[in-house]
């Protein structure tokens, strides 16, 4: 009888463990969930990939939406709900991220856009640096929904921004022209 009990725990302890597997991808050793429940919108797992900088391992992005696509423009311009998770592989200063995505922001839009968008990275950039510094594993949520940014952090919402040209330029810091790493736009596009 305690053979029986035993066997019965363990299979369901491995039957729990192959649950768990089927929801969720493993990305250069770091798993991330294939869906992310938005409000009342569950999003899939469009790609995931690490951004690397030199030799570092800097933060692992996962991109979600409503249904998977390899179209970066439409991915940009659409209004339905997407979200960019991004999972933090070192510890890293606010300020310090909040310069990397301005620095992507410019290489992505142009000089009448740059500044156009100048009142929102600002406001954005105050929502990042409500956190002094980040730590390793940390994990910052940007959510994109019609014209709106939000940004949630350490498991609390940060704050939002509503400007459709901002939302636009601040997803194609990823997966525009000029993205901050080719290989993650690729990733995050699934592709490769």
Same mark, same amino acid.
């Given at each position: ?10 299979? =369901? ?30 999003? %899939?797992? @469009? ?7 030199? %030799?570092?391992? &800097?933060?692992? /992005? ?9 179209? #970066? ?5 659409? $209004? ?6 991004? %999972? ?19 290489? @992505? $839009?142009? $000089? ?7 009142? !929102?990275? +600002? *406001? ?10 980040? *730590? ?12 709106? &940014?939000?940004?949630?952090? =350490? ?5 939002? &921004?509503?400007? /459709?040209?901002? /939302?636009? #330029?601040?997803?194609? &810091? ?7 790493? !080719?290989?993650?736009? +690729? ?6």
């Amino acid at each position: 009888m305690k053979f029986k009990a035993s066997f019965l725990a363990t299979a =369901l302890v491995i039957l729990s463990t192959l649950v768990l597997d089927a929801n969720a991808r493993t990305v250069d050793g770091h798993t991330v969930p294939d869906t992310l429940q938005v409000g009342n919108t569950q999003l %899939v797992l @469009n790609g995931a990939g690490i951004r690397k900088k030199v %030799v570092f391992d &800097v933060y692992l /992005a996962a991109l979600y939406t409503g249904k998977k696509t390899d179209q #970066a423009q439409a991915l940009i311009s659409s $209004t339905a709900p997407r979200a960019l998770r991004l %999972v933090l592989l070192r510890d890293i200063d606010s300020t310090d991220l909040a310069d990397a995505l301005n620095e992507g922001l410019r290489d @992505n $839009t142009n $000089t009448s856009q740059w500044q156009a968008i100048q009142p !929102s990275a +600002q *406001k954005f950039a105050g929502l990042l640096l409500k956190q002094k510094s980040l *730590k390793r594993g940390s994990v910052i949520d940007l959510i994109f929904s019609g014209s709106r &940014v939000s940004v949630s952090a =350490l498991g609390g919402q940060q704050g939002a &921004v509503d400007d /459709a040209g901002f /939302a636009q #330029a601040l997803l194609a &810091v990823w997966l525009g022209k000029d993205p901050a790493q !080719s290989s993650l736009k +690729q990733a995050l596009l699934g592709v490769g």
